[in-house]
């Protein structure tokens, strides 16, 4: 019934839908598109590029923006305002809970950019407003002189998607109005977490079984697959190319051959994102991760970044390459420090996959909670070092409501993160993978191992764990060379020797996948910023750490 664009030859007229955060408006677009295109979630700053959808309703192409932050700078916010520009049609929606504020502010943040537009207004969450509602929409129309729907934006059916395109045809010129209709706002059920003292920690404690659940479940599926894909794919993958040219072979199936140690990657990553990502989207759709953000903010801006800076963060243990991008719903202030976080503490599922199958090769699966615990104190000292306190970004507006979650809108989400981590980091990841070969084949790896090893004598570890943190550089999971020899070598580490070389190849730097997506995104120079201060803080506290475990004799 639809499709992502039209195929006409001449332009279609485009209707963008514009609001402030968490106004439902991407919920309004999964609605109208029937589940086509878009992402949407319940929570701030979630929607990080515009999407669009031809519609054969309204023979129109329908444009889902990034939330709008009344005085913020983020990329998303200039994204959304920019958009409007090419804009046909401009449908304002804010929620029917909050309309004068909200609306309110969305025109005074538009201004002039809705003028010569054509203009109707979507009033969402009608099933959770007042009964005034209605009346006030009907004020409304009569003062702006353009079309105002209440909807229910979640559970829109055949005669309020009827209607709502109806409004789309009839929008016209906004007249302006010098005071808006004043109906009563409801406030959100409060929970744990709205509290002053316990509601940090109970969010914290769900952010943590957010996480360790799905890595738990990820590690356990990927632990029982990987037999059968070693007996059934990558040793006939290797006897078939056996025969060809040494380069050739070495990038297909050689230690870091595209076949070989892209697929064990794919093997130990794909679980990690897609749990994570069915974990996420189940609590964005409650609108438990909104009020997560809310109950952390405050110490989150303690080490620089904000409140809504946390779903990159937490993006990021499923794939950094996906919250690099996510990062765009930061304040122009706070992304560098996010990304900093993201890039130095935020375990991605290659990092996570390596690190459990190492720890539980050495003999120590239990040294994985320690060593997550350390990431996120050192990360979060790391952050805080280097870029300060976030003073200057925008306080978070009202909680979500808390909703009951519907299987499709969360599969609709967990299909954006599938895509990006397949069109987007896997590519980048074999391309990697690819180079990691060549330098192998060309003997630069070996050059750069016998740099590497005098400095492992520094921090007492041998120097047969150069290459795990060479690798590292490359990509995370490059840790897996130290499984070699069916895993002698780490067993042959006491705990402290396994824990410290781990968390050298960890935090050394971000990947080189990893610092692309930076550079692409913020430029060459923040990147090169980035990894020059990861090294400095991951070899002091490296060499910290050393000597806490040689004093306890670890």
Known sequence: MLSSSSSAAEPVPSVVLAGLESTGKSALFRSLTGFAAGTEANFRGSTVSCRRCFLPD????????????????????????????????????????????ELGSLLESLGTRLENKRVAVVLTFGDRATAGLDSAARELEADFGVPVVPVDARRLDDAGRRQ??????????????????????????????????????????????????????????????????????????????????????????????????GWYSFLWAFPVVLLIAIVTAFSEETGLHDRTTRALDPWLRRIGLAGRDLVPVLTGFGCNVVAVVQSRSCSRCTRSACVSLVAFGSACSYQIGATLSIFGAAGH????????????????????????????????????????????????????????????????????????????YLGATQALVGVAAPAMGLIGLPAEVAPGVIFSILRKDGLLTLHQDGGALVQSLNAGEVFLTVYLASTLTACLVTLWAVRRELGARPALAVAGRQAITSLATTALIAIVLSSVHF
């Open 58 to 101: 309204c023979d129109c192409d329908i444009v889902d923006t990034p939330g709008i932050r009344v005085r913020d700078d983020s990329a998303t916010t200039v994204q959304a305002l920019d958009a409007l520009g090419d804009a046909d049609t401009v449908v304002l929606v804010a929620r029917g809970t909050h309309l004068k504020r």
């Open 164 to 261: 709502l395109f109806a409004a789309i045809q009839a929008a016209d010129r906004l007249r302006s109005v010098e005071d808006l209709p004043d109906v009563e706002e409801v406030r959100a059920q409060p929970l744990l977490f709205d509290r002053p003292l316990i509601g940090p920690l109970a969010a914290l404690a769900h952010v943590v079984l957010s996480f360790a659940v799905p890595v738990w479940l990820a590690y356990r599926a990927a632990e029982y697959v990987q037999p059968g894909v070693e007996a059934w794919l990558i040793e006939p993958a290797r006897s078939l190319f056996a025969a060809l040219p040494e380069l050739p072979a070495a990038i297909l199936i050689g230690p870091y051959g595209l076949l070989t140690l």
């Open 365 to 440: 699966p239990w040294l994985f909670a320690p060593y997550l615990f350390t990431l996120f104190v050192v990360g979060a000292l790391h952050t805080r070092i280097w870029h300060g306190a976030a003073t200057d970004t925008e306080a978070l507006g009202d909680p979500a409501f808390l909703q009951r979650p519907r299987a499709a809108a969360v599969w609709w989400r967990v299909r954006t993160v599938l895509r990006q981590f397949l069109l987007q980091a896997m590519p980048i990841f074999l391309v990697i993978c690819a180079a990691a070969a060549l330098l192998e």
